[in-house]
């Protein structure tokens, strides 16, 4: 099968009407984003995923995707893909509960189990629902969910879904976790936490965390989204980094980020699985995921195993590249990962920085609220294998030339 970059057919929208009366609202909800300057530009990409990418018809060094291993756009993944597809069709046609549960999304959750090291994993259409579904699921009215303040919006999502109590601490606080579980009656208790978080990169006190969890017997959530593939001697995330495999029960990531293709997944004891096959609703309630993302997840995972060069080089690039700013006198945070957050404060500021690095041929977004609290605009580095030392060195020097 030809694996070629050729241009989708042309599409040009259709002509605008007048908004009806009833969603005249609407403009005026959008002018005061505009105002606040939080309008989000819309970008058309042209082809794939890459250490370079095609934005608005510029092409610019790609800082802006979660594809930290480079597979997105790896002809190995498109070629997996296209055999899931020509085995099993572009669509699994029903819910996995119903027939959408194939062949090959049963080898990916095999595959996914052995990566996690845990007994079984149940695979949902996205990570968001992955989180949304299973969190509503562990906890409900009378139950007490304790979260990070800075966990992702797919988990925060889940929380108020749940109707379950929702308790914040501050982010990386234990000390703060342990009083809220330590002080609560409730029927269960969950605790939950990115293990590196999206917009920070800041990496959770993940063994303090399963301590607490242990000694107050409530259920540990880590969302490894964006570890996964990428921490750990066989790559999968963090929790394993930790050594902590054990006191973690309940472990979600995403097909979407380092492993290149799309669909999220929780790992964990067989029982837990059949229970939530019971209760899920994201999963129960939406068609299967496509099986050429399955197929292209799978060889990711294949590669994960074959290629750990690819994620020491990526840590490796990633430290010495954190040193860089932090020796210019950049505010990054606790970062301490392949998310490197460059901290400016006002949106304005942000979109200005990055528009400057535009300018230098760097695609480096500008993270304003609600994506980050307020006065906490920043520039989000997303650093990839794919880009080598002499390059990341370029984007270094643009960064502290723009930004300071
Ligand atoms: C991206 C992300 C998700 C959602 O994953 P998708 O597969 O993109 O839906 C969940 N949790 C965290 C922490 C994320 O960053």
Not at 109 to 138: C, E, K, M, R
Not at 184 to 211: C, K, N, Q, Y
Request: with cysteine.
């Amino acid at each position: 099968m030809a694996c070629q970059i050729e241009a989708a057919r042309p599409a040009s929208r259709p002509h605008h009407q007048p908004l009806p009366p009833s969603l005249s609202w609407v403009e005026e909800e959008l002018e005061a984003l505009a105002t606040a300057e939080l309008l989000r530009p819309r970008r058309l990409r042209t082809g794939r995923q890459a250490g370079t990418v095609s934005l608005d018809g510029r092409s610019l060094v790609n800082c802006g995707a979660n594809d930290y291993l480079g597979y997105a756009g790896d002809p190995r993944l498109v070629k997996a893909a296209a055999k899931g597809a020509c085995s099993e069709g572009a669509g699994a046609g029903a819910s996995p509960l119903v027939s959408g549960h194939s062949q090959i999304h049963e080898a990916l959750a095999v595959s996914l189990a052995g990566l996690l090291g845990s007994d079984d994993a149940l695979i949902f259409p996205s990570g968001y629902a992955a989180n949304t579904a299973t969190i509503a699921a562990l906890a409900g009215p009378g139950d007490l969910i304790v979260s990070d303040a800075r966990n992702h919006a797919s988990i925060i999502d889940g929380c108020r879904l749940s109707r379950a109590e929702v308790a914040i601490y501050p982010h990386r606080d234990v000390a703060a976790a342990a009083i809220l579980l330590t002080a609560s009656t409730a029927r269960r208790r969950l605790l939950v936490t990115d293990s590196l978080f999206s917009m920070d990169g800041t990496i959770a006190p993940l063994d303090d965390l399963a301590t607490l969890a242990t000694e107050t017997g409530s259920m540990l959530l880590v969302d490894e989204a964006h570890a996964t593939g990428l921490f750990g001697a066989r790559g999968s995330g963090l929790v394993e980094a930790a050594g902590v495999e054990a006191a973690v029960p309940i472990r979600i990531g995403t097909l979407s980020k380092a492993l290149g293709s799309a669909g999220g997944f929780v790992a964990g004891h067989r029982r837990l699985m059949e229970f939530l096959r019971h209760r899920a609703r994201a999963w129960m309630f939406s068609t299967a995921h496509p099986p050429a993302a399955a197929a292209a997840a799978r060889q990711a995972i294949d590669l994960i195993a074959a290629e750990p060069h690819r994620r020491q080089e990526l840590n490796a690039r990633a430290a010495v590249f954190r040193q860089r700013l932090t020796d210019a006198g950049l505010a990054i945070g606790n970062a301490a990962a392949q998310i490197v957050p460059v901290i400016v404060g006002e949106p304005g500021r942000a979109m200005a920085a990055a528009a400057a690095l535009a300018e230098a041929g760097f695609f480096v977004p500008a993270i304003r609220p609600p994506s980050v609290p307020e006065g906490e605009s920043l520039l989000r580095v997303s650093l990839s294998w794919l880009h080598d030392d002499e390059t990341l060195e370029r984007l270094a020097s643009a960064i502290i030339d723009h930004v300071r």
